[in-house]
């Protein structure tokens, strides 16, 4: 059945919902809050290491538990913001975020963590859709390419600053500070979203999709729970195999009630425009790139290097800083170049950046990996602003939240996988250089303290305490093993880099309509 929608708008077609630069600035502030967040929590996963005796596998899902429950509930809570109101889902997630992130820094325990990260999820899930369906509401067509890169500058300045007060936090307060910064953030922008943000919904849409819901909810949560364990239990064992194939099998029921219900949670038609699929697949790649390398080198310089955390946050302020500076830009050549040449070749910046970062010694200075760091936002930035707006602003404003939705959660499901394949990739290489790393020691050390040695080198580690000449090998030996993990990491991600330049060449620019009907059925 197909029922034809109208967009609630309270101006004109083409002119946008009111107050739009002030938009902007309100919804900044509950992403900063966001994205503070993930990039203080990198530079806090060693410390809180030490601290709850955590694991890797701990520290992992530490990111993964959160990525886990945004990829779950994104396109659920864009829908929802679609339905009953834009503002007040994105106040809920800010309020919410903040709530939880108050709620962690006052844990002691990793189990505990690692579940409040999971609730810290849900609420980003709420506001990060919400975010982009006010911006969506709030620039006309001609216009969503400037807002994007200032949107992108902005994440890219919460980016830049992330680290830098992450690690001032780690290590002149504590761990917990990193969450507990959160909590005035999200309350200057509950406050201020309350004064300026108008409200937009749906008027003909009015109901909840529920067994969409529960299906979309059981098919990410295969995929993405496959693809965070896979590591652990292998690619080839049958338990990655069988939720791999339930997310497929599911999948496909979820497919086939969407194209019969009446109002469906996530319309199939938003994907008949080409360039909202392949900006889709462009997220995935891009995340997958940039998530799974980023998580390793935190270690690389904390690990390999004996950063502090400050130091190891400094060191990443090319990248973040240089989103400033190259968003904006990008927003300017989408619009004069248009989406494929500009994402395209951000992509060949990104593969030309990774190939770099294969190269790094161990004993890279700030320029050898500041360089690639710099290139990465160049490249990066046309790619992150080309795609948003590629999938947003093609989607009908009707379903802005949704569009929304499906944009974080191709960001959330390519990092999971860029994490758990590159994980897997770095601790295998790990795991078969080491031994000979190690040279004639390694034939005294036993099978049980070798393993151990194998996980704290994948994390470019030692055993501390160690003194004499055999510290000193063992040492060189961690190191070295996960350079080369690294370097191996990399290449791939220069190929996973390359593939989505080529990709990126088939975007073709959807035609934006204000207020256009859309069959959602």
Do not use: C
């Amino acid at each position: 059945m197909a029922q034809a929608v109208a967009v609630d708008a309270e101006a004109p077609p083409g002119q946008g919902l009111g107050r739009p630069w002030l938009t902007l600035l309100a919804v900044s502030l509950g992403v900063i809050m966001v994205m503070l967040d993930g990039t203080v929590v990198a530079i806090a996963n060693p410390v809180i290491g030490v601290d709850l005796h955590a694991s890797l596998s701990d520290l992992q899902w530490i990111t993964s538990g959160y990525l886990l429950a945004l990829a779950v509930f994104l396109i659920t809570a864009g829908k929802l913001g679609d339905l009953f109101g834009h503002k007040m889902v994105f106040l809920i997630g800010v309020a919410g975020f903040a709530l939880s992130s108050l709620a962690i820094g006052l844990t002691s325990s990793v189990g505990m963590l690692i579940a409040l990260r999971v609730l810290q999820g849900l609420f980003g899930a709420l506001l990060q859709p919400a975010a982009l369906a006010l911006l969506r509401s709030a620039f006309p067509g001609e216009r969503l390419n400037m807002a994007m890169g200032a949107w992108g500058a902005i994440i890219g300045l919460s980016s830049a600053a992330g680290p830098i007060v992450g690690g001032l936090l780690v290590e002149n307060v504590s761990w917990q500070s990193v969450f507990f910064i959160n909590v005035p953030v999200g309350a200057a922008a509950l406050i201020f979203g309350l004064l300026v943000l108008k409200e937009n919904r749906a008027k003909t849409l009015s109901r909840v999709d529920w067994l969409g819901v529960l299906l979309l909810s059981l098919t990410m949560f295969a995929l993405v729970w496959a693809i965070i364990k896979a590591p652990e239990w292998g690619w080839g064992d049958a338990r990655t195999i069988g939720f791999l194939a339930a997310a497929v099998v599911v999948g496909g029921v979820f497919l086939f009630w969407q194209a019969r219900v009446r109002e469906p949670l996530l319309p199939l038609s938003l994907f008949r425009n080409v360039s909202v699929s392949i900006g889709t697949a462009l997220m995935i790649l891009m995340a997958f790139s940039m998530f799974g390398a980023m998580f390793f080198l935190t270690f690389f310089f904390q690990g390999v290097h004996g950063l502090k955390p400050l130091d190891s946050g400094l060191r990443m302020l090319p990248m973040s800083a240089g989103m400033i500076v190259a968003s904006p830009i990008a927003g300017v050549l989408i619009g004069k170049l248009g989406a494929r040449i500009t994402i395209a070749g951000g992509m060949v910046i990104t593969a030309v950046a990774m190939f770099l970062m294969s190269r790094l010694g161990v004993d890279a200075s700030f320029v050898d990996s500041g360089i690639p760091f710099a290139l990465l936002a160049f490249g990066l930035s046309p790619v992150f602003v080309g795609a948003t707006e590629i999938i947003v602003g093609n989607a009908p404003e009707e379903l802005s939240g949704v569009a929304g939705g499906v944009q974080n959660s191709a960001m959330q499901v390519g990092g999971a996988l860029g994490t758990a394949v590159l994980g897997a990739i770095v601790s295998a290489r790990v795991a078969s250089v080491f031994p000979g790393h190690l040279g004639p020691a390694a034939a005294a050390i036993p099978p049980a303290q070798m393993e151990g040695l194998k996980s704290l080198a994948a994390v470019g580690m030692a055993p501390p305490g160690l003194t004499g000449p055999a510290a000193k090998v063992i040492a060189d030996a961690s190191h070295l093993s996960f350079m080369d993990g690294l370097h191996l990491g990399f290449v791939v991600s220069t190929i996973v880099a390359v593939v989505a330049a080529i990709l990126a060449l088939f975007v073709r620019a959807g035609r934006k309509t204000e207020g256009a009907a859309v069959h959602i059925g």
